[in-house]
């Protein structure tokens, strides 16, 4: 009897980091940032975080692109910047072989700053500095440019996000990427004065649960920042960071600077204030316009 079986043949090999990698990108910094082992495998939790960060380079890429194709330089100011993720993996895709190119990470706690100083030097990333200090005093600090073209702020916490952009309109940033974390101010504030507002607007029914005092302060602080934004001549884009692990802190915020004031969001955001009894934050929020 005449043997019709097919000889088995075996699948063509797959390199299972090919769909997370990509072309050039320096296996060394990713064992480093220990998002692969010392013999170059990914693990689940390190193909999720590679995944979220090349998502986030996917966006900022094109912003990087815009500078560059104006200006031989670029400078981009990472705050809260942590173990420097985003920054050196940007570094490596994008801005290494640019030598008009420099990234400043800003983080206050001294490990993690010493720790990315030497990373950027054995790889020899010398267009990268660490700098320690807060958010709010990076803008006064004398490490760094009068100007930053580029200025992300992802997941730091609470008012340091508004610092960050405090720290962009002073810097006069092009573009601005925030993925902003843990809004408590405006929700405490508005649960400070919860008595006074029922008398004042039926409005506080939104917020007179706790739980609904977190959701609404939340999402109405950002709804304050990109007023604040188009009142001093931004252009947005909000939209959700597909990926990352935590989905209530996956609001992305884009913006990019056209000189051209949205005309009543400055009036909308202090009527917002004034309607909703948070006078207290106008200082926060309605920064003096650049003459």
Same mark, same amino acid.
């Given at each position: 009897?005449?043997?019709?079986?097919q000889? !088995?043949?075996k699948?063509?090999?797959?390199?299972?980091?090919?769909?997370?990698?990509?072309?050039?990108?320096? !296996?060394?910094?990713? *064992?480093?940032?220990?998002?692969l $082992?010392? &013999?170059g495998k990914?693990?689940?939790?390190?193909?999720? *975080?590679?995944?979220q960060?090349?998502?986030?380079?996917?966006?900022?890429?094109p912003l990087?692109?815009?500078?560059?194709?104006?200006q031989?330089t670029?400078?981009?100011? &990472?705050?809260?910047?942590?173990?420097?993720?985003?920054?050196?993996?940007?570094? &490596?895709?994008?801005?290494?072989e640019?030598?008009?190119?420099?990234?400043?990470? !800003?983080?206050?706690?001294d490990?993690?700053?010493?720790k990315?100083?030497?990373?950027?030097?054995?790889?020899?990333?010398?267009?990268?500095?660490? !700098?320690n200090t807060t958010?709010?005093?990076? $803008?006064q600090?004398?490490? +760094?440019?009068?100007?930053? &073209?580029i200025?992300?702020?992802l997941?730091?916490?609470?008012?340091?996000?508004?610092d960050?952009?405090?720290f962009?309109l002073a810097k006069?940033a092009?573009?601005?990427?925030?993925?902003?974390c843990?809004? /408590?101010?405006? /929700?405490?504030?508005?649960?400070?004065h919860?008595?006074?507002?029922?008398?004042? $607007?039926?409005?506080?029914?939104?917020w007179?649960?706790?739980?609904?005092?977190?959701?609404?302060g939340?999402?109405?602080?950002?709804?304050?920042?990109? +007023?604040?934004?188009?009142?001093?001549?931004?252009?947005? $884009?909000?939209t959700e960071?597909?990926?990352?692990?935590?989905?209530? *802190?996956?609001?992305?915020?884009?913006a990019?600077?056209?000189?051209?004031?949205?005309?009543?969001?400055?009036e909308? +955001?202090?009527?917002?204030?004034?309607? +909703?009894?948070?006078?207290?934050?106008?200082?926060?929020?309605l920064?003096?316009?650049?003459?």
């Amino acid at each position: 009897m005449k043997n019709t079986r097919q000889p !088995i043949t075996k699948p063509a090999f797959v390199d299972p980091l090919a769909d997370v990698l990509r072309p050039g990108q320096s !296996i060394e910094l990713l *064992k480093e940032l220990h998002i692969l $082992t010392r &013999d170059g495998k990914l693990n689940q939790d390190s193909r999720r *975080k590679l995944k979220q960060v090349t998502h986030l380079c996917n966006f900022i890429e094109p912003l990087l692109n815009e500078v560059l194709s104006r200006q031989d330089t670029l400078t981009l100011a &990472d705050h809260g910047a942590g173990k420097s993720y985003l920054g050196f993996i940007l570094y &490596d895709l994008y801005l290494k072989e640019r030598p008009g190119s420099h990234i400043y990470g !800003i983080e206050t706690r001294d490990e993690l700053v010493e720790k990315s100083r030497t990373l950027a030097a054995k790889l020899g990333f010398s267009r990268m500095s660490f !700098i320690n200090t807060t958010v709010a005093e990076s $803008t006064q600090s004398a490490q +760094l440019p009068a100007t930053i &073209d580029i200025v992300t702020a992802l997941h730091a916490c609470n008012t340091a996000t508004d610092d960050a952009i405090q720290f962009a309109l002073a810097k006069r940033a092009r573009h601005i990427v925030l993925v902003p974390c843990c809004q /408590a101010e405006v /929700a405490s504030v508005l649960r400070k004065h919860k008595n006074d507002s029922f008398g004042k $607007t039926p409005l506080s029914e939104i917020w007179r649960h706790p739980i609904h005092t977190r959701e609404f302060g939340s999402q109405l602080t950002n709804v304050l920042r990109c +007023l604040q934004l188009e009142s001093h001549g931004y252009q947005l $884009t909000v939209t959700e960071l597909v990926g990352w692990e935590h989905s209530m *802190k996956n609001e992305l915020i884009i913006a990019t600077h056209t000189g051209a004031p949205r005309g009543n969001a400055r009036e909308r +955001l202090q009527q917002i204030l004034q309607e +909703l009894n948070l006078q207290e934050l106008e200082a926060r929020f309605l920064a003096p316009l650049e003459s």
